[in-house]
């Protein structure tokens, strides 16, 4: 079905014709282009892996020419032929002919499959390919700490095994048939990412990975614009359960709402964990320095690669799940020797004598509590302070979720406030409102700047907001008006 190489462009044409979203293909021989509607027809060749953009398509991989917001993948097939690729997938033309695609020079040898819905056929690509691989997969949604904990998780598991994981955080209905495509026949454990916005999405991402172990980091309230209601996000992530092999795992956030609906719906055996239930018992302490913490795990202490309380719950769910995943306690000191985080995700910063949490990448209001929490126990003993983006994707609900944040970010000890843009003004007025000093600056610039002018040494800051925000530009801006190096060090 499939060679030692790769997937079969025959057996690739045939599960789409068997979909129903196979439209033929065009093929390049002698200079000419030549259409065939026959998959036994195509050449005798495979491809391995598989890419959206014509830029990053390295050779023998499959080039996907998606319609994007920015640019149409189609217009690019010819660049992705040209630098390689095994083949290409895109959509039918439907413009008057002749198809500018087919018009141009044919390289000899490439292949352009044709599908009257690319997203759809490259779903179903990389369903059928995670079933001709035996790796074992382990599968982490949850509201906070996806990527940490995916990323935890790869790193213990591949102490033991070869593994294969999500990179940064593609984990919706493009980035996760990229990542199963991405499976190698040698790889023994795999580690994907699943997000969700809406009702429906994990649903059918957990469809197409079919995995042994089911991890659930938790559930609150985020992308409420699309979910509506908590109830909807714990149905929406329970999804997942659905979908475990028959000897599957489930490992469980004994802690977090919708707990009980979750163990109740798992068809395979719940590992359960917390800090006051769950079958598995934890606690955290902060390490006497560096920043980070301690956790301990039935009697048994795991260091924390990454500040914040938070985080050594993550670790606590990718311990567990790795053990699962692999049937071997994973030794954690030497898997997370080094461990670095997804960008802009818990990265400590030592720098012009101040100390830096960067968790730009993305916010709701647990994950902001979370992260402002974790600045007590940075080393400097100095102020607690943050620069905060907006949170994006709460619904109507938006301006009072960031009214109260703000209230409850003053209450736990944040020193002051720098908010970027209009979006984020709720969070400056909350703060005022609980006592606190906020300033609205107009964007990452002025922030950076008002920064700059308030810090003192041994100050400890935290910059963080909705992916929309970017504060990573106002974090860029601060470490250029501290001079313009690059900072002391980033720690590990």
Known sequence: MTSDRGYDLRRAGADLATAGLWDGAGVASDGAWTFVIDPARLPVADFRGAALDS????????????????????????????AGVAAALTRCWDGAPPDPLFSGPAPDG?????????????????????????????????????????????????????????????????????TLLGLRRDHDV????????????????????????GVITNASGA??????????????????????TPDGTAVLNADSPGFDAWRERSPCPVISWGRTAGDHRWSWRPAPAGGRGVVTLDGRELAVPLPGEHNGANLVAAWLAARALTGRAPDAAR???????????????????????????????????????????????????????????????AAALHLDTGRRLCAAGLDALWVVGEPAAALAAGFREAGGDAVVCADAAAAAAALAAAVRPGDRILFKGSRSAAVERALDAFLAHLGGAAPDRETR
């Open 55 to 82: 830029r990053l398509a390295a050779a023998g991989q499959l080039f996907v020419g998606l319609a994007g917001e920015r640019t149409d993948g189609r217009r690019h097939v010819p660049d992705a032929l040209r």
């Open 110 to 178: 490439a292949t352009v499959l044709l599908s009257r819905d690319p997203e759809a056929a490259l779903a179903v690509l990389a369903g059928r390919w995670r079933s001709f691989c035996p790796a074992r997969i382990a599968a982490v949604t949850g509201t906070n700490g996806k990527t940490t904990t995916k990323d935890l998780l790869a790193a213990l598991a591949g102490a033991a095994a070869r593994v294969h994981a999500t990179a940064g955080n593609l984990n919706n209905d493009l980035g996760l048939p990229l």
């Open 190 to 213: 795999a580690v994907v990412e699943m997000g969700a916005s809406r009702a429906g999405d994990i649903d059918r991402l957990a469809a197409l990975a079919t995995p042994q172990v």
């Open 223 to 244: 992308h409420l614009e699309g979910f509506g209601s908590l109830a909807e996000i714990v149905r929406t992530k329970g999804a997942l359960l659905d979908h475990l």
């Open 335 to 397: 898997a997370l020797a080094g461990f670095v985080a997804s960008p802009h995700r818990s990265r400590l910063i030592a720098a012009g004598g101040l100390w830096l949490l960067d968790d730009c990448y993305n916010a709701n209001p647990a994950s902001m509590l979370s992260a402002a929490a974790a600045l007590a126990d940075l080393p400097g003993g100095g102020r607690r302070l943050a620069v905060l983006g907006a949170m994006g994707e709460l619904g109507a609900d």
